[in-house]
C-alpha cells in the first residue's frame, strides 16, 4: 500500500483506486473533473485551459537524481494551478523538503520505502519552510 | 568582506547537522549507498583514488584570517597537515576519514565557511575575479553580485538534480580574470548606454571532453533582472538537458543542439513570467550586499622603504616585478603569492605556510586573502610599505618564488596521484617542466606563458585555455601527453589546437624545449609573448619544432 507523505506525516494514499489519466487524454476531452498523471517530459503550457477539470495532478520522478519533476511543477504553480499536486516514484526523504518548496504538497511513496525511511525520517524534514535562501532573499529585498 | 547574518550561521549548522544524520542513516540503511553518493557530493564529500577528499568552498575566493587560520587547523587535526588549492578557488583536502567529516563540517560552520554544492549536479560555488574590489580597471566588484548567487543557489529546491554539474563564474572587468568564456554561465558586468551597469550573459562555455567557449546570449542584462534570468536559464536547462549521457549533459550540449536563437527565444519566455514572480527584489538586495564588500580604509603611508629595498635587492625587486600588479589606490599593491615553488605540487600550501599568510594578511593587508583559479594566494590589498616585511617573512616560509605568470606559474590537476578520474599522472610533469626550466634559467627570457596540465580529458587543469596545453592520455597502459597550442582564458578566449600526435612522459620535457626555443629564436622581440608569436605564425613552425622528424620527411 502506498503512503501520502504530508507534513503530518504518513497517510494512506486516498487516490489508491483512482484514474489517473495522461495528458493526450485529458487534451482529449472529458466530462468531469479527472485525476491527471504526468511524465517528467510533459509541456504544460496548454495546460491552463483544462484546469477547471482536474481535480488532482501527480508528476512521475522515474528515478530520484531525475529532477525534472521540481521544475514542472514550479512551472505549474506559475502557470496558476491551484490544486493538489504529488510526487511520486522514486523520492527520498531527504527530497521532502525540495518538493515542498518546488510547490507539491505532498509526495507519494511505496511500501518498500516507507518501511526503509519510516515516518521520522520524512518528519525530520517537516520545517521545510525555515532555512530556504529563496525565502530568504524575497524577504530581504 | 562578507559577514554571515544569523540567518546563514543557522542554514550552515543546520546543514552539518543534517550530513551527519545522513551518515547515520546510510550506515543504518535507511539510504542506499545510490541514493547516500548525490547527498555527499552536495555537501563536498567525494571517494577519491586512495581516500575521500572533502572539497570545501570559498565562494568567489575570498576568505579572512580567521578563516585561514581554520583551514590549517582541519588540515593538522583531520588531514595529512597540508591542503590542496583548486582551480575553483576552493580548497581539498585529501586525507579526511568519513565519520570525521560532520566534525570538519562543523569547524568550518564556527569560521562561516561550508563544503556546500562543493560537487553534485547542482549549481557550484559560484568563481568571480581573484582581485575584486582591487583592480584598477574595474567596473564594479563582481563580489555582491557573486554573493548573491550563492544565497540564490544554496540549496535552490528545484536545481539541486540537474542533468550534471553547472559552473558560474562573476567578472567585473573588461580584462576577464574568471575564465568566464569556460563557464556554463559567464557574467560580465558592462556598461549600459547611460552610466548604468548591468550585466553581459554568456552560457554554454566549458572545457572537458567537448571545449566550447560560451556565447552572449544577452548582451546587456539590467541588474534588477538576474536572478529571474538565472531562474529562466537554470529551469530551461533541468527540463531539457540531456539525461541519457552524462558527457553529453552540459549546457553548452544543449546550446550546440538546440541552437542558441531557439533556446535564447525559450529562455526569454520562461523569464517573462519568472520575473513577475520574482520583481525586481535583487537592486536593493544588492544594494545591502555592496556595503558588506566596502572597501578598507587604505591610508597613505610612506612608502620609501619600498622604493629602497628595491634599488639594493635584486631578489625583492625581481619578485616585486612578477609577483605585484597594479591597485587602484597607487599606495597599495595587489601581491600574488606563489604556491609553485619549483619542483612542488601547484596549488598545495602546509598548515605552517597558511598560518603565516593568514598573519601577514592580518597584520599587513586588511585582513582579505584571495584564492585564484590559477592556484596561487592574493592578498589584495597591501600599502607597498609593507612588501619588504612580506616579503621577508614569506622567504622564510618557501612561500617567495617568483615566478607569476611565468612558465612554472603551472595550472595541474591532481592527476593519477590522487583522482579516481585520471588517466595520467599531471602534478610530477609540473614539477619536471618548473625543475628542468629552472635549470635551463629560461623563464625570464621566455616571459609570460600559461602552461596548463590535465591528467584526463575531462580538463580539470584547463589545458584547453593554456598557451601550451597538456592533455595526459593512458595509450594501451602508456601515459601519452597530447600538446595544445594558442589557447587563451581572457576576453579573448580561445581553445588551443592540437599540432600533432602525443608524446611520452619522457619525449614531453625535450619536446616544450624545442618548442620554446624554437618560440626564441623567432619572436620578434622580447616584447612578444609565446601567445602573439604564435598568433602572429600559426603552428608551422612550432609543429617543425615539436614534431623535427615528420618535418625532414616531408622536405
Redesign the interface.
Known amino acids: 500500500m502506498n503512503r501520502i507523505v504530508r507534513d503530518d506525516g504518513f497517510h494512506p494514499d486516498d487516490l489508491e483506486h483512482g484514474e489517473f489519466l495522461t495528458l493526450e487524454r485529458l487534451e482529449a476531452g472529458v466530462e468531469a473533473p479527472v485525476l491527471l498523471q504526468l511524465e517528467?517530459?510533459a509541456d504544460p503550457s496548454d495546460l491552463p485551459r483544462h484546469f477547471a477539470w482536474i481535480s488532482g495532478i501527480r508528476i512521475h520522478f522515474p528515478n530520484?537524481?531525475?529532477?525534472?519533476g521540481?521544475?514542472?511543477a514550479?512551472?505549474l504553480r506559475?502557470l496558476g494551478y491551484g490544486g493538489r499536486l504529488g510526487a511520486f516514484g522514486h523520492l527520498?526523504?531527504?527530497?521532502y523538503?525540495?518538493?515542498?518548496?518546488?510547490g507539491f504538497d505532498e509526495v507519494v511513496i511505496n511500501e518498500l520505502m516507507a518501511a526503509?525511511?519510516p515516518e521520522s525520517?520524512w518528519l525530520?524534514k517537516s520545517g521545510w519552510r525555515q532555512?530556504?535562501?529563496?525565502a530568504?532573499?524575497?524577504r530581504?529585498? | 568582506m562578507y559577514r554571515y547574518s544569523e540567518?546563514d550561521d543557522?542554514?550552515v549548522r543546520?546543514r552539518v547537522a543534517e550530513f551527519r544524520?545522513?551518515v547515520n542513516?546510510r550506515i543504518n540503511?535507511?539510504?542506499t549507498e545510490e541514493?547516500f553518493k548525490?547527498?555527499r557530493l552536495k555537501n563536498g564529500l567525494y571517494l577519491q583514488l586512495h581516500a575521500y577528499m572533502l572539497r570545501v568552498a570559498i565562494p568567489y575566493g575570498t576568505l579572512d584570517s580567521r578563516q585561514m587560520h581554520q583551514l590549517a587547523h582541519i588540515a593538522e587535526v583531520w588531514d595529512k597537515g597540508y591542503g590542496h588549492f583548486t582551480t575553483r578557488q576552493n580548497i581539498q583536502f585529501n586525507w579526511p576519514k568519513l565519520a570525521d567529516v560532520p566534525d570538519m563540517l562543523e569547524a568550518l560552520a564556527d569560521v562561516s565557511m561550508h563544503a556546500i554544492q562543493t560537487s553534485g549536479?547542482c549549481i557550484r560555488n559560484v568563481t568571480a575575479d581573484h582581485f575584486a574590489g582591487a583592480a584598477d580597471d574595474e567596473i564594479e566588484d563582481p563580489r555582491p553580485t557573486a554573493e548573491?548567487l550563492r544565497?540564490?543557489s544554496?540549496?535552490?529546491?528545484?536545481?539541486?538534480?540537474?542533468p550534471r554539474k553547472f559552473k558560474i563564474a562573476v567578472s567585473g572587468s573588461p580584462n576577464d580574470r574568471a575564465v568566464t568564456r569556460a563557464h556554463d554561465i559567464g557574467i560580465r558586468a558592462v556598461r549600459g548606454k547611460g552610466d548604468e551597469t548591468g550585466y553581459e550573459i554568456l552560457v554554454g562555455g566549458g572545457l572537458g571532453r567537448t571545449p566550447m567557449i560560451g556565447k552572449v546570449i544577452r548582451s546587456f542584462l539590467p541588474k534588477d533582472d538576474l536572478?529571474p534570468y538565472m531562474e529562466a536559464i537554470l529551469?530551461v536547462y533541468?527540463?531539457s538537458g540531456r539525461?541519457d549521457n552524462k558527457y553529453k549533459a552540459r549546457i553548452k550540449i544543449l546550446v550546440h543542439e538546440t541552437g542558441l536563437d531557439e533556446l535564447k527565444d525559450q529562455i526569454e519566455t520562461e523569464f517573462t513570467?519568472?520575473r513577475r514572480?520574482?520583481p525586481g527584489?535583487?537592486q536593493?538586495?544588492l544594494e545591502?550586499l555592496n556595503a558588506h564588500f566596502a572597501p578598507p580604509e587604505f591610508v597613505d603611508a610612506e612608502s620609501s622603504e619600498y622604493e629602497l629595498r628595491r634599488t639594493r635587492d635584486p631578489l625583492f625587486r625581481t619578485w616585486c616585478d612578477t609577483n605585484l600588479n597594479r591597485h587602484r589606490d597607487p599606495n597599495l599593491a595587489i601581491v600574488t603569492i606563489s604556491l609553485k615553488p619549483v619542483a612542488g605540487t601547484p596549488g598545495d600550501a602546509t598548515a605552517d605556510q597558511m598560518r603565516t599568510i593568514a598573519d601577514l594578511a592580518k597584520s599587513f593587508a586588511h585582513d582579505e586573502i584571495r584564492v585564484s583559479h590559477e592556484q596561487n594566494i592574493i592578498l589584495p590589498h597591501v600599502p607597498k610599505a609593507f612588501l619588504p616585511r612580506i616579503h621577508d617573512r614569506l622567504k622564510r616560509s618557501g612561500l617567495a618564488t617568483a615566478n607569476i605568470g611565468l612558465i612554472s606559474d603551472i595550472i595541474a590537476c591532481p592527476g593519477m596521484d590522487y583522482c579516481a578520474l585520471a588517466t595520467a599522472r599531471s602534478i610530477p610533469i609540473a614539477q619536471e617542466i618548473s625543475q628542468r626550466f629552472d635549470e635551463l634559467r629560461l623563464e625570464r627570457k621566455i616571459g609570460p606563458l600559461k602552461i596548463k596540465i590535465s591528467g584526463c580529458i575531462n580538463a580539470c587543469g584547463h589545458h584547453h585555455v593554456g598557451h601550451i596545453g597538456i592533455l595526459g592520455l593512458d595509450r594501451a597502459g602508456v601515459e601519452n601527453y597530447q600538446i595544445t597550442l594558442g589557447g587563451d582564458a581572457t576576453e579573448t578566449a580561445a581553445i588551443g589546437k592540437r599540432p600533432g600526435p602525443g608524446f611520452s612522459a619522457e619525449e614531453l620535457i625535450p619536446a616544450l624545449e624545442r618548442l620554446l626555443d624554437a618560440y626564441l629564436t623567432i619572436r620578434l622581440s622580447g616584447n612578444e609573448t609565446f601567445l602573439q608569436c604564435y598568433r602572429r605564425l600559426g603552428d608551422q613552425p612550432f609543429k617543425t619544432a615539436l614534431y623535427p622528424d615528420s618535418a625532414r620527411k616531408a622536405a
Do not use: C, K, M
Not at chain 1, 64 to 68: L, P, S, W, Y
Open positions: 517528467p517530459d530520484f537524481t531525475d529532477g525534472r521540481f521544475s514542472l514550479a512551472r506559475q527520498i526523504a531527504d527530497q523538503s525540495q518538493a515542498r518548496r518546488s526503509r525511511q525520517q525530520a532555512r530556504s535562501y529563496q530568504h532573499i524575497l530581504s529585498a | 540567518f543557522a542554514f543546520a544524520d545522513q542513516r540503511g535507511s539510504l541514493e548525490p547527498l549536479n548573491l544565497q540564490w544554496t540549496d535552490h529546491p528545484e536545481f539541486q538534480y540537474l536572478l529551469r533541468n527540463l539525461r513570467a519568472r514572480v520574482f527584489v535583487n536593493r538586495l545591502s
